[in-house]
């Protein structure tokens, strides 16, 4: 049953390797820019995998920051949004049918698996689940690691693409984004929805993006937890 | 930095990058069976997939009008929009819907 659920996720990732593949080939290229050697650019994809935190990374590094804390502070400041993550999907594997290790599990849980995730898990049966999932995370940190490559190490060949297919590339995951929010919709009071989305176009007038989604979903589950009272 | 100060810290990097997505999962995973949440606590774990789904729209969307250099890309980003919500509602498949969305959003990048 693994093998069939897990090709199952590797098919339903496609429109997310479609968003991921572009910009981890921007990665790589940046980073070469930002004077990292291939090796190195394609070493941080493989141990971080977390796009916003490496371009942060590689700001930082360009800058000239060399305190080895400084730089891992803020970078994981980044990805404190992902501590939400793991409590919502966990119910979402009973423990009669899960057979593979939590740090399996959890080690590509990014935002767009997070939301995929979300969306697919309860529509199917309970024994697939983790075989789609795996296909599903693994698939897109494949697809992460791939781009970074390519693009670190025949930077000077992609420099000179067509503009627009990056452009195309980068409107799949917010295209990606609206449909999920489409399916999940119905399921969520309008007024939570509207916080999160109020409260995150507010913030990111004053803050960088990652603070802003975390008061955007600190706010929407602060109503929602208020409304039950 | 030199490369062992870069190891160093990518891998400090990785290792805290893993471990916040590790241990709420695990302890989640954990303790299921024996949690008894209150109602609020519930209704407000709920609503946080959907509102990280509203967030990370948000920031995606505002990036794209930030960096559109003409009107014709912002305009291809409301008609890309449309195109999602219309294949939503005419295709109801997530995957479908997204490429109609790309599709039109090319299309209009191009011919504009």
């Known amino acids: 049953?693994?093998?069939?659920?897990?090709?199952?996720?590797?098919?339903?990732?496609?429109?997310?390797?479609?968003?991921?593949?572009?910009?981890?080939?921007?990665?790589?290229?940046?980073?070469?820019?930002?004077?990292?050697?291939?090796?190195?650019?394609?070493?941080?994809?493989?141990?971080?995998?977390?796009?916003?935190?490496?371009?942060?990374?590689?700001?930082?590094?360009a800058a000239g920051g060399d305190s080895l804390w400084a730089i891992a502070g803020i970078v994981l400041l980044i990805n404190t949004r992902h501590l939400f993550y793991g409590p919502v999907l966990s119910d979402r594997f009973p423990a009669a049918h899960r057979r593979l290790p939590v740090a399996f599990m959890a080690a590509a849980l990014t935002d767009e698996v997070f939301a995929a995730s979300l969306h697919k898990l309860d529509k199917l049966p309970a024994d697939q689940r983790e075989g789609w999932y795996a296909g599903l995370q693994w698939t897109g940190y494949a697809t992460w690691v791939t781009g970074t490559g390519l693009g670190a190490y025949f930077a000077v060949d992609f420099a000179g693409e067509s503009t627009l297919m990056m452009q195309a590339f980068g409107f799949v995951l917010p295209a990606l984004f609206l449909a999920l929010l489409l399916e999940l919709a119905p399921l969520t009071r309008y007024r939570v929805l509207a916080t999160a989305g109020a409260a995150t176009a507010l913030s990111l007038l004053y803050m960088p993006a990652y603070l802003a989604m975390i008061i955007g979903i600190v706010a929407a589950a602060a109503l929602a937890g208020r409304r039950e009272r | 930095m030199n490369t062992t100060s870069f190891l160093l810290t990518i891998a400090g990097i990785g290792l805290g990058t893993f471990l916040i997505r590790f241990l709420p999962f695990y302890w989640s995973l954990k303790g299921q069976g024996r949690r008894t949440l209150s109602g609020s606590w519930r209704r407000a774990i709920n609503a946080v997939g959907p509102a990280a789904i509203v967030s990370l729209l948000?920031?995606?969307v505002w990036g794209l009008v930030e960096k559109a250099a003409t009107s014709s890309e912002i305009v291809a980003v409301v008609l890309?929009?449309?195109?999602?919500c219309v294949g939503k509602r005419y295709l109801r498949d997530v995957a479908a819907a997204t490429f109609a969305g790309v599709l039109v959003y090319t299309l209009t990048l191009y011919l504009l």
């Open chain 1, 1 to 61: 049953m693994l093998p069939i659920s897990f090709l199952k996720g590797v098919r339903d990732c496609l429109p997310i390797a479609a968003g991921y593949f572009p910009v981890g080939l921007s990665f790589g290229i940046s980073a070469i820019h930002a004077g990292l050697d291939p090796w190195m650019a394609l070493a941080v994809s493989m141990v971080i995998y977390s796009g916003a935190a490496q371009f942060v990374l590689l700001s930082l590094l």
């Open chain 2, 58 to 60: 948000t920031v995606a």
């Open chain 2, 80 to 84: 890309g929009m449309a195109a999602v």
